[in-house]
């Protein structure tokens, strides 16, 4: 596609419940990254696949959180078990090439979960 | 230490006036700098990367890098009201595998 496709835009869910969260980059990307913006704060970094494989999740900050992206293009975030704590905008971005020190990221939307 | 600190902000400057962004980052490592501009509501968007330290011009905006103080700034010439905004900087790590960013630091620019 044109640019970094994320649905859904919104989603308000109650605390215990199981979401997903879907994007799809642009077109050719082989790099994908998740982050997470809370109110006030910058993106806070998730996880990067590199094709099919995530290259470092290391900022999923716990076992309800887990990523795939099984045929290299899309990639769906999933959370178990949501808490309050977990209601911010999801971001997702892409980029055409990677190698060290020129990553530069192209954005999505958000899709913006809302925890009751 | 936070990897990436910016300026907390808010920002407020006049229409027409220079805005100065600063940026300060813990891994010397560091390889490549992002500012990225964020209006109220949307998504982050590119506008400056810089790689070498020194000066790099595009337009109103002029990125600066200084590695040995692990400093990077954002200066915005001429400033507009269109520039109010949150402006991020980004930084990749050693490793280059991802890009932190920063709190960010809202910049209003008045009529």
């Known amino acids: 596609g044109a640019g970094v496709s994320q649905t859904p835009s919104n989603k308000v869910t109650e605390k215990g419940k199981y979401v997903e969260l879907r994007c799809d980059p642009i077109s050719g990307h082989t790099a994908l990254y998740w982050y997470r913006q809370s109110l006030g704060q910058g993106p806070e970094f998730l996880i990067y696949?590199?094709?099919?494989?995530?290259?470092?999740d290391s900022g999923l900050p716990n076992d309800r959180f887990f990523a795939v992206r099984p045929e290299g293009s899309v990639s769906t975030l999933k959370i178990q078990r949501t808490e309050r704590g977990d209601s911010a905008v999801y971001l997702c971005a892409s980029t055409g090439s990677y190698s060290s020190g020129a990553n530069v990221l192209t954005f999505g939307a958000g899709s913006r979960l809302t925890v009751l | 230490q936070k990897e990436v600190e910016q300026n907390s902000g808010p920002l407020s400057v006049p229409e027409g006036a220079i805005a100065s962004l600063n940026c300060t980052y813990s891994d010397r490592g560091s390889q490549s700098f992002f500012w990225y501009r964020q209006y109220s509501g949307k998504s982050p968007e590119l506008i400056m990367s810089i790689y070498s330290n020194g000066d790099k011009e595009d337009g109103r905006f002029t990125a600066q890098l200084n590695k040995a103080s692990q400093y990077v700034s954002l200066l915005i010439r001429d400033s507009q009201p269109s520039d109010s905004a949150t402006y991020l900087c980004?930084?990749?790590?050693?490793?280059?595998?991802?890009?932190?960013f920063g709190e960010g630091t809202q910049l209003t620019v008045n009529p």
């Open positions: 980004a930084v990749n790590t050693a490793s280059g595998s991802r890009l932190t």
């Open positions: 696949f590199q094709g099919t494989g995530a290259a470092d």
